[in-house]
């Protein structure tokens, strides 16, 4: 006589494919994060009108969350972040933010020239010196922030496809 016994997977059993897919997706969403993160500072240091810098750039961290990822922690940025982004007249306390405020600033951009010569346009970073300037106009939005939130989008998609 032939005795048949059905024998049920356990939860364990059940439970080892989704354990692996749940550490295949938190692996791909890290390889995202450190696609963005590195997105984001090319981006930056590509969009700059002038040579130099690079505070902005230097200070955009990576970090791997419970849950995810970070990109650029707030507190470690420089103040101005917002108004690079956003190129709002305003920064996020309602301070107009019109480089010197708007005043007369004695500078020059160097290297460079201070007087007006279309040879040395966008050339050189804002120094103290000895010419009168002022600027009339915000700083130009770079949206930074919604091109590499594009970029993390394509990828996402591109994963789930």
Not at 139 to 147: L, Q
Request: with cysteine.
């Amino acid at each position: 006589m032939i005795k048949i016994r059905i024998v049920s997977p356990t939860t364990d059993d059940l439970l080892k494919p989704l354990k692996k897919l749940e550490e295949d997706i938190q692996k791909s969403i890290t390889n995202i994060g450190q696609q963005g993160h590195s997105y984001m500072i090319n981006f930056i240091n590509n969009a700059k009108l002038r040579p130099g810098g690079g505070t902005l750039s230097n200070s955009i961290d990576f970090e791997e969350l419970a849950d995810g990822c970070g990109i650029g922690t707030i507190t470690k940025l420089p103040e101005y972040w917002y108004v690079i982004n956003y190129g709002k007249k305003y920064s996020p306390r309602g301070v107009p933010f019109i480089p010197g405020g708007g005043k007369t600033v004695r500078g020059k951009f160097s290297p460079g020239e201070a007087q007006p010569n279309p040879g040395s346009f966008r050339q050189g970073r804002f120094v103290r010196g000895f010419y009168p300037m002022q600027a009339k106009q915000a700083v130009p939005a770079m949206n930074y922030i919604e091109n590499t939130m594009g970029f993390i989008n394509t990828l996402i998609e591109r994963l789930f496809k």
